[in-house]
């Protein structure tokens, strides 16, 4: 009757007795059934990432890594926060110290997730850092579309472009970073610790009202009035320069070398250490 009885247990019963078991606080138990239904060929989307979670609580960091692969597997992009098995992978890796693995994670995160910024960033900057250009820019203008209100985004992504051969898209991109306005610049609420409020800006832009100053001097106090710190906008000026020799750059590779010129000369009146807009006069000369 034992051996009758034992024919008809299938690896989704053991998976609910798993699940039974775990809910009445027997983790070994659940642990031992969950294998059960694994070893006689079921497969399991929650049992994998449940394995996966106490293996990883336990040190058994190979035991982890097989099961939240396995769920990557069987549902990639899971939508359900941290029950997500790439999330799970990255976290692993991060832990691990393996940080090209952890990013290759994120990055397949990626696929499945199209509001994720700090993320896209993140594995952009590291596709850049790594020589993979095209497909960094590639995510930058994904970023782009979440929020296209930050200038290092823009700046970056002028960057990749320019490094795979697309100076025009590349010159687009730096003019935009210049464009973006300084109160609606997530890189200036990072620099001050919060962003800028529509009153705020209002009372910047007032104290500015009426004054006779160039660009530049109107960009800085700007941004003094907006709350950033004497270090945070030479930070800032130091940037401004550097996109204007990066559009230098750009235009010189489009041959449009008086425009070129006239951009370098100016970035480096900001900026007299600009490497981008030196290198772009001294090969006028």
């Known amino acids: ?104 994670a994120r990055e397949r995160w990626l696929d499945w997730d199209s509001s994720d910024l700090g993320t896209r960033l993140e594995v952009a900057g590291w596709l850049a850092g790594r020589g993979l250009h095209a497909e960094a820019a590639e995510r930058f203008r994904e970023a782009n579309e979440i929020d296209p209100f930050q200038r290092s985004l823009h700046r970056h992504w002028g960057q990749s472009l320019a490094n795979v051969g697309r100076p025009a898209e590349a010159l687009r991109e730096f003019r935009v970073a210049l464009a973006v306005p300084p109160h ?44 950033l710190n004497a270090a945070a906008v030479d930070e800032r000026a130091r940037e401004r320069a550097l996109l204007l020799g990066l559009q230098a750059r750009a235009l010189l590779a489009l041959d449009r070398t008086d425009e070129a010129r006239g951009i370098a000369a100016r970035a480096l009146e900001i900026d007299p250490d600009c490497e981008p807009a030196g290198d772009v006069l001294e090969e006028l000369q």
């Not at 990432?49 to 035991?63: K, N, P, S, V, Y």
């Not at 610790?193 to 960009?219: C, N, W």
């Open 1 to 104: 009757a034992l051996r009758l009885v034992a024919k008809h247990v299938t690896p989704r019963s053991l998976f609910l007795r798993g699940e039974m078991a775990m809910a009445a606080g027997d983790d070994a138990g659940a642990v031992e059934l969950w294998r059960a239904g694994l070893e006689a060929g079921g497969e399991d989307f929650r049992v994998r990432i449940a394995l996966g979670t106490l293996a990883a609580a336990g040190g058994e960091d190979a035991e982890a890594l097989e099961h939240f692969t396995a769920a990557e597997r069987a549902f990639p992009g899971f939508p359900e926060g941290q029950l997500a098995a790439e999330k799970n992978l990255w976290a692993l890796h991060e832990q691990r110290g393996e940080k090209d693995a952890a990013m290759a």
């Open 184 to 227: 609606l610049d997530a890189d200036v609420g990072k620099l001050r610790g919060a962003p800028v409020t529509p009153e705020e800006h209002a009372r910047a832009q007032a104290e500015l009202a009426g004054r006779d100053l160039g660009e530049e001097e109107r960009a800085r106090e700007l941004e003094i009035g907006l709350g």
